[in-house]
Every structure is written in structure tokens, then in C-alpha cells.
């Protein structure tokens, strides 16, 4: 395929949540509903620490990070419907402020893996019936991507 993917269509954004919930995948759907609201590359996204989206143990409507590749700080809205979805993951996950959003299965200390991203990533839009190879990046059509 030559030029530029298809950005996943606001339909498919609520099929994938579906299809997450529906299969009880509670973090992947705050993996995906972070990724929407940040739209942070994988590297940074799986970076992610608990203390960078929660303070006072309530999860901000706001986080800033510094990325990875420009070394320049992003701010990014999380919204009612992220914060739910994280505030379940992280309930069920536990952890301290220091410890990653998404560990890697492999080691607490470690985060998940940006390939390992990018295979959830193809997982989930084959489960709604696209064709993983066809997609681009996590935001939806008429977004800003970075």
C-alpha cells in the first residue's frame, strides 16, 4: 500500500470499545481509550506511569508528558470515558505512583512492549472486521494527529 493509512472512523472506535468491554479486556480498553485521548506514539504511550495521569489518588482530566522522540512536553485532555476505563485498570492492577500504566507480563518493572503494542493494536481492529494492514494510527478520521 502506498501513501497514507486510513485513520480508524468514529464507528469503529465504538466497535473496538464494544468488542473490549464485551470481552472483558479491561486493559486493553484503557490501553485504546488512552492512546485515543493522548494520541501519544506507542513509546511514549507505553511509558506511561501511574503518577503521570493520577494525583490524589483521583485520575486527572489533564496530563502532560515529554515525548520521547521531540523532547517537548504534550498536553492531552483524558476524558470521562478514559478515566473510567483506566480508573478500572487500575483498580484491578493496583501499583504505586512510580510503576507503569502497562507493565509488561514479563516484569513489573519493565513496561509493556511497543511491538506488543502494535500486535493489540492489529488484534483489536481485526476483532471489528478491518483489515489491520490498511489502518494507520489510533485517531480517529478528522482528528489532529502529531
Not at 20 to 41: C, N, P, T, V, W
Request: glycine residues 8%; proline residues 3%; positive net charge.
Amino acid at each position: 500500500m502506498v501513501g497514507a493509512k486510513r485513520a480508524l472512523k468514529e464507528k469503529h472506535v465504538w466497535a473496538i470499545r464494544f468488542w473490549l468491554a464485551h470481552e472483558g479486556r479491561i486493559r486493553d480498553r484503557a490501553l485504546f481509550d488512552l492512546a485515543l485521548d493522548s494520541k501519544l506514539r506507542g513509546c511514549d504511550l507505553v511509558t506511561l506511569r501511574i503518577g503521570d495521569i493520577v494525583t490524589s489518588g483521583q485520575i486527572r482530566s489533564r496530563a502532560m508528558i515529554v515525548q520521547q522522540k521531540t523532547k517537548r512536553p504534550v498536553q492531552f485532555e483524558i476524558t470521562e470515558t478514559t478515566r473510567e476505563s483506566v480508573r478500572a485498570w487500575l483498580e484491578h492492577r493496583g501499583g504505586s505512583l512510580q510503576d507503569f500504566i502497562f507493565p509488561s507480563r514479563l516484569s513489573a518493572k519493565a513496561h509493556l512492549g511497543t511491538r506488543q503494542y502494535a500486535r493489540l493494536l492489529d488484534e483489536w481492529v481485526e476483532a471489528v472486521g478491518l483489515i489491520p494492514a490498511n489502518m494507520g494510527r489510533i485517531p480517529c478520521a478528522g482528528q489532529k494527529s502529531r
